[in-house]
């Protein structure tokens, strides 16, 4: 005998949507400061290190803190020696990125003059990047970038249009938006770096599955944390994702949260992509 089934409910809520966005998704989104900062004091040490070696004296002398002695040394690289730091290596754009991001957190934290005073957070940097957002150089910024760049210049039109949708506090329609554009952009990426990919990683044989190539960036924080709300966990109800795009779920646009995140993630797409092209630590400047 068949057995009838029927729908339990016409709308899902998602779980712990909260915790997700503020556990989870925020600090995988903004752990592109992290990789930056890695890369650039790897370089910022290679040049010191290469300044030296190459210093006739075999020891740049401005390095024991004598600026006068400067005229001792002929070698033109020995200004890395009297201050300049690794934030100063960075191309223009990662440049942008970083103090654009660090500068939230700074802007959401309370820093007493007395040092020995404890750092408090005064307010969620979600709502200090939401205020960025709907600032005219942030916007200006993101979508200079997306026009420039080789891989993403045709999704502009569109960034524009999320942008729009998100300042005009329409989360309902920017979440679906950013996540559809999140999905495109690493197909982008895929199809640009030429990742190859085994069948099973595949929708039938023309495009891989998103938690592939979410994995394919290899930064295992960042690519756990996207890949748990891409993905339908064993034994859970349908990925956060799922559950947005298939219209099961309203409770995700109740404030700005979950897209100032997904902006952050195109953030953290656009470094990634930018540093990718630039073989590495090779995105800073020569």
């Not at 339990?8 to 503020?22: D, F, G, Q, V």
């Not at 992290?34 to 740049?60: A, D, Q, V």
């Not at 506090?169 to 495109?184: D, F, R």
Request: charge should be positive.
């Amino acid at each position: 005998m068949q057995r009838k089934y029927r729908e339990r409910y016409a709308t899902i809520p998602i779980e712990n949507l909260k915790e997700i966005i503020e556990n989870e998704l925020f600090p995988a989104a903004l752990g592109i400061c992290n990789r930056i900062r890695k890369k650039g004091e790897i370089e910022f040490n290679k040049r010191i290190k290469e300044t030296i070696s190459k210093c006739p004296l075999k020891e740049c002398v401005i390095l024991k803190g004598d600026p006068k002695e400067i005229s001792k040394c002929p070698n033109p690289m020995c200004w890395i020696a009297e201050g300049p730091n690794w934030e100063e290596f960075l191309l223009d754009d990662i440049r942008a990125i970083y103090f654009m991001l660090t500068d939230i957190y700074i802007k959401a934290l309370d820093i007493p003059e007395d040092l020995d005073k404890e750092i408090t957070l005064v307010e969620n940097p979600l709502n200090v990047m939401n205020r960025e957002l709907k600032a005219k150089n942030a916007q200006k910024f993101i979508i200079e970038v997306f026009k420039k760049s080789k891989i993403f210049n045709l999704r502009t039109s569109v960034i524009k249009d999320i942008l729009w949708a998100h300042n005009k506090a329409k989360y309902l329609l920017s979440v679906p938006l950013l996540i559809i554009q999140i999905e495109g952009i690493l197909h982008d990426l895929a199809y640009h770096f030429k990742w190859k990919f085994e069948k099973k990683e595949m929708y039938g044989d023309e495009y891989a599955r998103i938690e592939v190539i979410i994995k394919k960036l290899r930064d295992k924080y960042f690519g756990n944390t996207m890949v748990s709300f891409y993905k339908r966990q064993k034994g859970a109800n349908e990925s956060p994702r799922n559950l947005i795009l298939h219209g099961r779920s309203l409770d995700y646009g109740r404030d700005n949260k979950l897209s100032t995140v997904l902006f952050l993630i195109l953030t953290y797409l656009i470094a990634f992509s930018q540093m990718k092209i630039y073989k590495g630590a090779t995105i800073l400047k020569d």
